[in-house]
């Protein structure tokens, strides 16, 4: 089993679900975030007076899945969550030891 961890702009987020529904994840896991990349924030004006905004909103999708799905979720988040742009985000693939359903205790593949 693997956990893909993708942080993308906020807007691209229905786009990212419906691609991740269409090749077949049923559940994902979202939180709203606040990072920066080598963008490192922007200048905004406000009243005047021009502050730094270090932070800028994200959106972390988190999907636990087969590792035979993993190759097609990658593709489907970074084909439906690019936009040409700088900050588009990024997407992590990381090892899961095991997986278990608090409601049934049901382990591995079967919990996911």
Do not use: C, N, S, W
């Not at 090749?23 to 502050?51: C, W």
């Not at 035979?68 to 742009?85: D, L, P, S």
């Not at 997407?91 to 095991?98: G, R, S």
């Amino acid at each position: 089993m693997k956990k893909v961890e993708a942080i993308i702009k906020p807007f691209k987020l229905d786009e990212v679900k419906e691609a991740l529904h269409e090749i077949g994840i049923q559940g994902l896991t979202v939180t709203e975030a606040k990072g920066f990349g080598r963008q490192k924030g922007h200048t905004e004006l406000y009243r005047g007076a021009e502050y730094v905004v270090d932070f800028l909103p994200k959106v972390k999708i988190e999907i636990v899945m087969d590792d035979a799905m993993v190759e097609r979720a990658v593709e489907a988040i970074q084909q439906a969550a690019h936009t040409g742009r700088i900050g588009d985000g990024k997407i992590f693939v990381i090892p899961v030891e095991d997986a278990i359903r608090i409601r049934t205790g049901e382990k591995g593949d079967d919990a996911i």
